[in-house]
């Protein structure tokens, strides 16, 4: 594998529902990003890790729960999801934090029923 | 607060037509600017960055952007479009503090 990789690409939740995203980079990079890609809207950081460290966190609700166990791995664990938090989440890596390019991941597309 | 605009989200042109697709970013101070570009069933992946020196830029797939800073501008331009140029294209600003601000983006479809 190469790149940033993201499983699953496709999930269906209930909103009583427990899942994780899982996001692995394998370019050597130290920071990750979750985002999310909504419709009509502009992409909305939701968390940074840089050297496993949050560094970033962006009003987002607690429903969403970031897990960074080491610098090449990232995970976003979900809970009692709403029909409006549908959407493609986004990971990414960068070498140093978000002024360098970042390398995106083909995204899951979340639907919570 | 740090934004970037984007215009005319949905743009359509025959092949060989010229793009150019505006991109201005608010005032921050120093800012780096990016344009990235998602092809249609694929992921994100970066066009072109501007960080310093000359303001014209050139990237992949002989695409070019020119930054303008007394318009807090960085529009993203190429002077003959093919069919494979479909995509949405978003421009994007780092003002230093760990985030890196999207526009909403430009759907661009290539008629052949």
């Known amino acids: 594998e190469t790149g940033v990789t993201q499983t699953p690409r496709h999930l269906v939740m209930g909103m009583t529902n427990k899942k994780s995203l899982k996001c692995e980079q394998h370019l050597g990079h130290n920071a990750m990003y979750w985002y999310k890609q909504s419709a009509k809207k502009p992409l909305e950081l939701m968390f940074v890790y840089s050297l496993e460290e949050r560094v970033e966190n962006n009003s987002v609700p607690s429903r969403f729960s970031p897990e960074c166990p080491n610098s090449s791995h990232l995970f976003l664990h979900l809970h009692t999801l709403q029909p409006e938090d549908s959407a493609l989440y986004l990971c990414?890596?960068?070498?140093?934090?978000?002024?360098?390019?970042?390398?995106f991941g083909p995204g899951t597309r979340l639907t919570v029923l | 607060a740090q934004s970037v605009s984007q215009h005319n989200h949905h743009v359509i042109l025959s092949e060989a037509a010229s793009l150019e697709l505006g991109c201005n970013y608010s005032?921050?101070?120093?800012?780096?600017l990016f344009w990235y570009v998602q092809y249609p069933g694929q992921h994100l992946q970066l066009l072109l960055k501007y960080f310093s020196g000359d303001p014209l830029v050139k990237g992949i797939k002989g695409f070019e952007a020119e930054f303008i800073k007394s318009k807090f501008s960085f529009n993203l331009r190429k002077p003959s479009v093919q069919w494979s140029d479909t995509a949405e294209y978003f421009c994007?600003?780092?003002?230093?503090?760990?985030?890196?601000?999207f526009g909403k983006g430009n759907q661009v479809v290539v008629i052949p």
């Open positions: 990414a890596s960068s070498q140093g934090l978000a002024g360098r390019e970042q390398f």
């Open positions: 994007a600003a780092y003002y230093g503090n760990n985030r890196l601000a």
């Open positions: 005032y921050g101070g120093t800012v780096n």
